[in-house]
């Protein structure tokens, strides 16, 4: 399973992307998420949309459009390109072919070339999803109590890594609250037992259509408010929802809830990571305590499991030393204390760590997210 791939067209004449907009419109698999006039703008719409494949015109500045293509494959990674041009000159397919092109269709466009041409791409992108199996990395963020900052920190980590090129997607398994969608600013429409088939399996398909995508390139998933949906889905199909995700994406992050019932401790087991959210508080203290000891008696080690405190401030009147010392454990990564980002961003619906790092809060999480990105882009870092 492969989520749809997002596409961009790159060209001056209004005529020709008109052209590519109907005849991607009837492609299942494919959408195209935005156009551009020019390679500046193309650069920009990049930085926004996050596509998989750009269409790229090469009758106006061949060279100036290959270089381009070039320079914007190193720095998204798993991008393809596409040249469109009238031109048959070997030279400048030759170009384009070391440019990293993966295509080279004629102009005009013709139907069965693009198709063709689509069926290839499609393919060996499901290809690179299979083959990148198993590395895929699940981070549950988790905190036996509420209002500490879950949701918040998974939101701006899952954009974090999609802003870093990273084909990420987030799952709210906080069923009835939905707060992520909201922090996003998307309106899911389904409910989670929509992508269970009548046999009671996960219908992958389904699961792939029920993703949303934000404009940071994240992949969501979640239940419309208030649905009720939890009780319908058993812990079985939420671990073969999950499996699937972590097979299709390089990194699954969840926005898990707050107590241990049993969904939760299906997505804790298949993390690879759990984020203990704290904070230097004495309640807080008491619900980290009795968290980690769970986590212990389940076999968790300091590898899976790193406590993040959050909220960290001066006026703090225990000391991170006090609150190692009392939880009994390392404290992996801070988080500064800063209202105003926070709710600025979530009343905004456009999350810290997406474009400028503004705040405190939106560098501290994205340098967080630096350890869940190895060099090559995929994989946990130990
Ligand atoms: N670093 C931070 N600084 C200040 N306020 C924060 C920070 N992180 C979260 N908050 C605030 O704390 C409250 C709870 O955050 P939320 O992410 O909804 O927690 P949870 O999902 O654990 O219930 C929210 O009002 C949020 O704006
Ligand atoms: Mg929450």
């Given amino acids: 399973m492969i989520p749809t791939i997002p596409v961009i067209v790159v060209d001056s004449d209004g005529g020709f992307r008109k052209a ?40 106006t500045k061949p060279e100036e459009a290959l270089s381009s293509a070039e320079k914007w494959r190193n720095e ?16 400048l397919i030759l ?10 269709l004629s102009k005009p466009l013709e139907v069965n070339e693009l198709r063709t041409a689509l069926d290839r791409i499609m393919r060996e992108i499901e290809t690179e999803a299979v083959h990148s199996q198993g590395t895929g990395q699940m981070i549950a963020v988790f905190s036996k109590k509420g209002g500490l900052g879950v ?31 909201g922090q996003l600013d998307l309106q899911p429409e389904i409910i989670m037992s929509d992508v269970i088939d009548k046999h009671g399996a996960v219908d992958s398909s389904r699961l792939q259509a029920s993703l949303l995508r934000h404009p940071s390139g994240l992949y969501y998933l979640g239940e419309k408010e208030a649905a009720g949906g939890a009780d319908a889905i058993t812990a079985k199909q939420l671990h073969q929802i999950l499996t699937h995700l972590r097979d299709s994406f390089q990194s699954v992050v969840l926005d898990l809830p ?11 087991q298949l993390a690879d990571r759990i984020l203990l959210v704290a904070t230097a508080e004495l309640s807080t203290v008491r619900a ?9 008696s389940l076999g968790y080690d300091e590898h899976k499991v790193k406590i993040v405190l959050n909220r960290l401030s001066r006026k703090d009147l225990i000391s991170e030393e006090q609150f190692c010392e009392t939880v009994g454990y390392p404290v992996s990564f801070r988080i500064p204390s800063d209202y105003r ?14 474009g400028k790092l503004k705040s405190g809060v939106a560098k501290s999480i994205s340098q967080l997210a630096q350890q869940f990105i190895s060099p090559n882009g995929a994989g946990p870092a130990s």
Avoid: W
């Fill in 20 to 59: 590519v907009r109907q005849h991607l419109g009837g492609v299942a698999g494919i959408q195209l998420v935005g156009e551009a006039e020019n390679l500046v703008a193309a650069q920009e719409l990049l930085l926004k949309t996050r596509p998989r494949l750009v269409l790229l015109d090469l009758s």
């Fill in 76 to 91: 998204f990674p798993g991008l393809k390109v596409f040249a469109t041009s009238a031109s048959k000159k070997p030279d």
């Fill in 95 to 104: 170009s384009a072919m070391r440019a990293g092109v993966s295509e080279y």
């Fill in 151 to 181: 949701t918040t920190l998974s939101v701006n980590l899952a954009v974090a890594l999609a802003a870093a090129g990273q084909q990420a997607v987030i799952a709210d398994l906080a069923f009835d609250i939905g707060d992520v969608a």
């Fill in 258 to 268: 707050h107590g241990f019932d049993s969904h939760t401790y299906e997505a804790l």
């Fill in 288 to 296: 980290t305590r009795y968290a980690l000891q769970v986590f212990r």
């Fill in 341 to 354: 980002s926070v709710i600025e961003a979530v009343n905004g619906g456009e999350p810290m760590t997406m």
